[in-house]
């Protein structure tokens, strides 16, 4: 029978702290630009122009539909030699998950100002509106009540996704544990520490995102 | 006619797809003119009403509302966002299912079109606005969700809405047809009440009866045509075509009007 030891783990404590830090900071920098690629996507792919909708459903199936690790190898070791830009792993990570989260956020923002009733836009023309108004001021309050429930969890799948940066050897918490790991030959206790870590930041989440799911219902 | 009428179409045409919606219409209504337009549906009552807002855009033909033209087909430029914009701007119109904004209270629903669109300062807008809820018998409710009204009373915050950009001319997509039997008075009462007041008014209806007291011109279309036009009384009274007497079998013709026991 297999001896815990999970005291040994404190001596590591700030090899730990350091690496939730970059882990929470990193989600943070991901879901803002996500949510920035996000709005880009879905807007293009509603737009006028048949150019920019296709551009933006390029940009989203590509991303979507390629697995976010290949994504990230991609760009730390392909993309430097096709464009001859030397990115560090933080920024190569960054722009990926960023990228990849947006592809995704995309169709939930898209979904969302597609599931508002024509007849408001409609009624936002017909009152002398231009399309940007009637977007800002009729359509885009009611469609982000319905998105947020989605959007939330999309960003917590974006939190968990931050771990495989541990690839490219950004230091977040994944990667100090491995560091952690090595040194201690105590790979069971780190990495379950590391499990309850995650666990213990999104459980509180989830279930603050289930109750503005009910509360959002309700005020429907 | 002597004066120019306040709305002017001419040879106006639509396809949805291979589709043929209107065929070649033309339509006068003159300042203070009402006009209901009636007929089976598919008829293209409902897109001729919205071709006048432009909410539809005709595939040719021309529409005139005011001093404003637009011109469509053949080497017609499709008028810009901004210029759309400001020609809806004097138009009202108010729709079969209200599309109110749930999401603002029925004095923000009517402020909005002031504020967003004509750049009132709030102050004044609300003060438009309680004016116009007062007008449509709806004061009390300024502060409530559209989710909490009749749907007698949502329709006369719709056209409270419509009434606060001070539009030119009001259009009427089959006002009541979403509404309970009883609560359809209550809207048609207000409706009257504009066209007493002197308001250029377009209206599609299934209510033959109200189309008869209200409306001075009926024009009675089918399959994308207008089959029949002339004095309301004169059309409900003695339709001329075989078409007409047919749709208008399916009607009362006359009679009081339903009553209106909730405007107060």
Same mark, same amino acid.
């Given at each position: 029978?297999?001896?815990?030891?999970?005291?040994?783990?404190?001596?590591?404590?700030?090899?730990?702290?350091?690496?939730?830090?970059?882990?929470?900071?990193?989600?943070?920098?991901?879901?803002?630009?996500?949510?920035?690629? /996000? @709005?880009?996507?879905?807007?293009?792919?509603?737009?006028?122009? %048949?150019?920019? =909708?296709?551009?933006?459903?390029?940009?989203?199936?590509?991303?979507?539909?390629? *697995?976010?690790?290949?994504?990230?190898?991609?760009?730390?070791?392909?993309?430097?030699?096709?464009?001859?830009?030397?990115?560090? #792993?933080?920024?190569?990570?960054?722009?990926?998950?960023?990228?990849?989260?947006?592809?995704?956020?995309?169709?939930?923002?898209?979904?969302?100002?597609?599931?508002?009733?024509?007849?408001?836009?409609?009624?936002?023309?017909?009152?002398?509106?231009? #399309?940007?108004? +009637?977007?800002?001021?009729?359509?885009? #309050?009611?469609?982000?009540?319905?998105?947020?429930?989605?959007?939330?969890?999309?960003?917590?799948?974006?939190?968990?996704?931050?771990?495989?940066?541990?690839?490219?050897?950004? #230091? !977040?918490?994944?990667?100090? +544990?491995?560091?952690?790991?090595?040194?201690?030959?105590?790979?069971?206790?780190?990495?379950?520490?590391?499990?309850?870590?995650?666990?213990?930041?999104?459980?509180?989440?989830?279930?603050?995102?289930?109750?503005?799911?009910?509360?959002?219902?309700?005020?429907? | 006619?002597?004066?120019?009428?306040?709305?002017?179409?001419?040879?106006?045409?639509?396809?949805?797809?291979?589709?043929?919606?209107?065929?070649?219409?033309?339509?006068?209504?003159?300042?203070?003119?009402?006009?209901?337009?009636?007929?089976?549906?598919?008829? &293209?009552?409902?897109?001729?009403? %919205?071709?006048?807002?432009?909410?539809?855009?005709?595939? &040719?033909? +021309?529409?005139?509302?005011?001093?404003?033209?637009?011109?469509?087909?053949?080497?017609?430029?499709?008028?810009?966002?901004?210029?759309?914009?400001?020609? =809806?701007?004097?138009? &009202?119109?108010?729709?079969?299912?209200?599309?109110?904004?749930?999401?603002?209270?029925?004095?923000?629903?009517?402020?909005?079109?002031?504020?967003?669109?004509? =750049?009132?300062?709030?102050?004044?807008?609300?003060?438009?606005?309680?004016?116009? @809820?007062?007008?449509?018998?709806?004061?009390?409710?300024?502060?409530?969700?559209?989710?909490?009204? $009749?749907?007698?009373?949502?329709?006369?915050?719709?056209?409270?809405?419509?009434?606060?950009?001070?539009?030119?001319?009001?259009?009427?997509?089959?006002?009541?047809?979403?509404? !309970?039997?009883?609560?359809?008075?209550?809207?048609?009462?207000?409706?009257?009440?504009?066209? +007493?007041?002197?308001?250029?008014?377009?209206?599609?209806?299934?209510?033959?009866?109200?189309? %008869?007291?209200?409306?001075?011109?009926?024009?009675?279309?089918?399959?994308?045509?207008?089959?029949?036009? /002339?004095?309301?009384?004169?059309?409900?009274?003695? *339709?001329?075509? $075989?078409?007409?007497?047919?749709?208008?079998?399916?009607?009362?013709?006359? /009679?009081?009007? *339903?009553?209106?026991?909730?405007?107060?």
């Amino acid at each position: 029978m297999y001896q815990w030891d999970f005291g040994i783990l404190w001596s590591y404590r700030w090899l730990f702290l350091n690496g939730l830090g970059v882990t929470i900071g990193f989600t943070i920098v991901i879901v803002v630009c996500g949510l920035l690629f /996000g @709005l880009l996507g879905a807007f293009g792919s509603l737009s006028r122009f %048949r150019a920019l =909708r296709l551009l933006a459903l390029t940009f989203i199936e590509a991303f979507r539909c390629t *697995p976010i690790l290949v994504q990230l190898i991609w760009f730390y070791y392909a993309l430097p030699i096709l464009a001859g830009v030397e990115m560090t #792993p933080i920024t190569a990570s960054a722009l990926a998950l960023s990228l990849y989260g947006g592809s995704f956020y995309s169709e939930i923002i898209r979904g969302g100002i597609i599931s508002i009733d024509k007849g408001q836009s409609e009624a936002g023309a017909a009152l002398g509106m231009t #399309p940007g108004q +009637s977007m800002r001021r009729i359509v885009l #309050p009611q469609a982000i009540k319905r998105m947020i429930p989605a959007l939330m969890n999309q960003s917590i799948i974006q939190f968990k996704n931050t771990s495989l940066v541990s690839v490219l050897a950004v #230091p !977040d918490l994944v990667y100090q +544990s491995q560091v952690a790991a090595h040194d201690s030959y105590r790979p069971l206790e780190t990495y379950t520490a590391v499990a309850v870590a995650y666990a213990a930041i999104l459980i509180p989440l989830t279930i603050i995102v289930r109750r503005g799911e009910k509360r959002l219902a309700v005020s429907e | 006619m002597s004066e120019t009428p306040k709305i002017e179409i001419r040879a106006l045409r639509k396809s949805f797809g291979s589709n043929e919606v209107l065929k070649n219409i033309n339509l006068d209504v003159a300042k203070g003119g009402v006009v209901a337009l009636i007929g089976p549906s598919g008829s &293209g009552k409902s897109t001729l009403l %919205r071709c006048i807002n432009l909410l539809v855009v005709p595939d &040719g033909g +021309s529409v005139r509302v005011g001093d404003t033209r637009f011109s469509f087909g053949e080497g017609a430029k499709l008028p810009d966002v901004k210029s759309l914009a400001r020609f =809806r701007a004097t138009t &009202g119109m108010v729709f079969q299912h209200f599309n109110l904004f749930p999401h603002m209270t029925t004095l923000q629903n009517v402020m909005e079109g002031p504020v967003t669109v004509r =750049r009132m300062a709030k102050a004044d807008a609300d003060k438009l606005a309680r004016a116009q @809820l007062a007008k449509v018998g709806l004061a009390e409710k300024a502060d409530q969700y559209p989710a909490t009204l $009749s749907g007698g009373q949502k329709q006369r915050v719709a056209i409270a809405r419509a009434l606060a950009m001070e539009p030119d001319v009001m259009l009427f997509d089959e006002a009541t047809s979403a509404l !309970d039997p009883e609560l359809v008075g209550e809207v048609l009462n207000v409706i009257q009440q504009l066209a +007493s007041e002197g308001m250029t008014m377009v209206i599609v209806t299934h209510e033959i009866a109200f189309a %008869r007291e209200v409306a001075d011109r009926l024009i009675f279309m089918r399959d994308g045509v207008v089959v029949e036009e /002339g004095p309301a009384r004169q059309v409900i009274d003695n *339709p001329k075509e $075989s078409a007409t007497r047919a749709f208008l079998s399916h009607f009362h013709r006359t /009679g009081a009007l *339903p009553p209106a026991n909730a405007v107060s």
